[in-house]
């Protein structure tokens, strides 16, 4: 017997239900269960229509992901699509929470479909590296059209019911009693099959399929997954509709079992691990109403913003008047081009800005629930704020800094009880980018990190919790990126090569690009509060010094490691080869030529050495969250899974073997991690 779906007799339809919690996917023996349902339908004399629904909370929320990794069993979803469009009774899709992936393209292959208030569809599949595999690239255009099919399929768009009504992809919208309205709908079809397949696709104009093909490619960095979604869409015009089905499924099976899909699984699995462990572990997380944000800058600006548009009510605090009004007007300069854009309503602005006070008195910082400090990245400042912060906030108030690289436990110990302090890691723009480090320190109650995750969760970020220790997780794996590319400059490599190569490879921008673009005397001015720390056995590039005692501070100055005219527009500039070949010379290096791949061997494999670093000394529990943070955080192209991912794909014995090398290259200093850590 089939617990998986169900079904039963009502009012002379069959309801066949899934029940496959929490998101009915449709796993083997769903697809197995809704088979021997079609077949009951069709056997069952006293069965007019059937419907199909989901239980619990949602309809069929996409396939069980796991399966894509092993050899696909039967039966597949294309088969269960066939037998109900081959059912001689009608079967009505009854969607309510989502419907997705193979769930949608379920609902697809029935000959009506009604949906609840607030249910979403969508064909997410090429965000995992893969297309719709069971009809959807064939079945959705022939209802919305070419140009629509591609933008939703390749963007991997959710629309919502109400949309989905406008599109004539649904037929009914209905506020309650779901089912009711799907038995109704189905006795109405008077027996007769209204099947997706049989519809022709609506003929299209060849500039407008460009245009939605062109921004497809754009938008999906042309990625193999996007270029075969629109191939497959295109077919829906040109070819019956049973081959376009075949052509479908053997490209889903040769991009299923691809490197890169293996990689977007990887990173899928790893980035929903911390919700689930936190759902699973009984730490009872604290409620969060009111918000205060110290400090009006641009992190604390965009903070506030951030928290805003969550729903949370926010204080933003700041002692310089100047700084608040600026932070202040940044704020409401970013509601007021929401509104203008039309991308948020004039109700919602205004009750936005509702929830959003201002001033310079700690006073007003006393009903916050969570309070997070965003000042200047120094150590007396940060006590400074924290003595007021311990003064004035609320005994259960949880308080959290937003340091990119100081200690937290000696900011912690001022105040009169550390278990309520840790770390809130935005990364700049607060309110745009995904990442966020949350870092427990010794005393940090496991309460207020269950917190920060599900503070994270409402904000719409990818947190990853770190122990604290320098550079936490990400600048940590970044500094020794950007160390090895120094490296590499002087052995004979230049800015724009290592940029290119590793741009090439995925990455949003190269190393050098981003520091001209973030400023190179941040990074000096650390280098310069280290001097006197540091081993003078080990080897030490100096070509950023030399640029930042000329004034070249990257793009804000004109120059950095590039030369920049007045738009901004980036050229080489021959002075800094001059620069890096003395700085070869003065260390008797003799330069050498460097191949792209060479290039990037090296970044991913210090990457790796980092990370296993990192999980020896329980910076990080999961070696995964290390792969979570380079990807959300630092421009790690997501496709290529992580330096974890990829150190799994090499294997130990080769890993091991490339290590030696890369230790050689690197030479006095470079320590060398146990590997061994990153396979257990």
Request: neutral net charge; hydrophobic residues 45%; contains cysteine.
């Amino acid at each position: 017997m089939n617990t998986k779906v169900t079904s039963h007799l009502e009012s002379g339809v069959m309801v066949i239900t899934v029940n496959n919690p929490p998101i009915n996917a449709g796993s083997i023996e769903v697809r197995q269960g809704l088979l021997d349902a079609i077949t009951a339908l069709e056997a069952n004399s006293a069965a007019q229509a059937g419907v199909i629904i989901g239980a619990g909370t949602t309809f069929i929320a996409g396939s069980d992901i796991k399966e894509f990794s092993l050899p696909l069993a039967e039966p597949h979803l294309p088969q269960v699509i066939a037998a109900i469009e081959n059912c001689s009774k009608p079967v009505v899709c009854a969607i309510h929470g989502a419907a997705l992936g193979g769930g949608f393209e379920l609902a697809l292959g029935c000959d009506a479909r009604i949906a609840q208030e607030g249910a979403v569809v969508g064909l997410p599949e090429v965000s995992l590296g893969i297309i719709p595999g069971a009809g959807g690239t064939q079945r959705l255009p022939r209802i919305i059209g070419i140009e629509k099919s591609i933008e939703l399929i390749c963007g991997a768009t959710r629309i919502k019911a109400d949309e989905a009504l406008k599109l004539g992809i649904v037929i009914k919208v209905v506020r309650e009693d779901l089912l009711a309205h799907a038995i109704s709908l189905a006795l109405a079809l008077g027996g007769k099959k209204s099947r997706v397949r049989d519809l022709a696709t609506p003929r299209a104009e060849t500039v407008n399929i460009e245009t939605a093909t062109q921004k497809a490619l754009r938008a999906g960095k042309s990625r193999p997954q996007i270029k075969m979604a629109i191939e497959m869409i295109l077919n829906a015009m040109t070819l019956p509709i049973d081959q376009g089905l075949a052509k479908e499924r053997e490209v889903f099976q040769a991009l299923r079992i691809s490197t890169e899909a293996k990689a977007l699984r990887h990173q899928f699995f790893a980035e929903r691990k911390l919700f689930k462990a936190l759902s699973s572990n009984g730490t009872q997380a604290k409620t969060v109403d009111g918000i205060a944000v110290i400090g009006a800058g641009t992190m604390g600006s965009g903070i506030a913003i951030a928290c805003l548009s969550a729903g949370y009510s926010v204080h933003l605090l700041d002692q310089s008047a100047t700084s608040l009004v600026n932070g202040v007007k940044k704020v409401e300069d970013f509601y007021g081009a929401r509104l203008m854009n039309g991308k948020m309503s004039a109700e919602k602005v205004a009750a936005a800005l509702g929830r959003f006070t201002h001033s310079s008195q700690w006073a007003d910082i006393a009903s916050a629930d969570l309070i997070i400090e965003a000042v200047f990245e120094d150590m007396e400042v940060k006590h400074a704020v924290f003595k007021q912060i311990d003064e004035h906030a609320k005994a259960d108030a949880l308080l959290a800094t937003n340091t990119s690289y100081l200690d937290i436990e000696v900011i912690a110990a001022k105040t009169r009880n550390p278990a309520r302090v840790f770390g809130l890691h935005f990364f700049s723009p607060a309110n745009i980018m995904k990442l966020m480090e949350i870092i427990r320190l010794k005393e940090t109650a496991d309460a207020v990190i269950a917190t920060g995750l599900l503070f994270a969760k409402r904000l719409g970020k990818t947190p990853v919790i770190s122990a604290n220790a320098f550079g936490f997780i990400g600048n940590r794996i970044y500094a020794a990126y950007r160390r090895q590319c120094e490296f590499m400059l002087e052995e004979g490599a230049y800015p724009e090569q290592i940029d290119k190569a590793l741009e090439e490879f995925g990455f949003a921008m190269g190393p050098f690009a981003v520091a001209d673009m973030s400023g190179l005397d941040i990074a000096w001015a650390m280098r310069k509060s280290q001097a006197a720390s540091r081993d003078p056995g080990h080897r030490y590039v100096n070509i950023p010094d030399v640029l930042c005692i000329e004034g070249r501070f990257g793009r804000k100055t004109g120059s950095g490691y590039y030369a920049y005219d007045s738009a901004g527009k980036r050229t080489v500039d021959p002075w800094v080869h001059q620069v890096i070949d003395k700085a070869s010379a003065a260390k008797n290096m003799v330069r050498r030529p460097f191949s792209s791949q060479e290039i990037v061997d090296r970044v991913l494999l210090v990457m790796i050495n980092e990370v296993a670093h990192l999980v020896s000394e329980a910076v990080v529990s999961d070696a995964t969250d290390c792969d979570i943070a380079l990807v959300n955080g630092y421009g790690f192209p997501r496709w290529q899974g992580g330096p974890v991912f990829i150190a799994h794909e090499m294997g130990l014995e080769k890993l091991t073997t490339a290590m030696g090398v890369l230790e050689k290259q690197s030479g006095p200093g470079f320590k060398r991690a146990n590997l061994n850590v990153l396979f257990k």
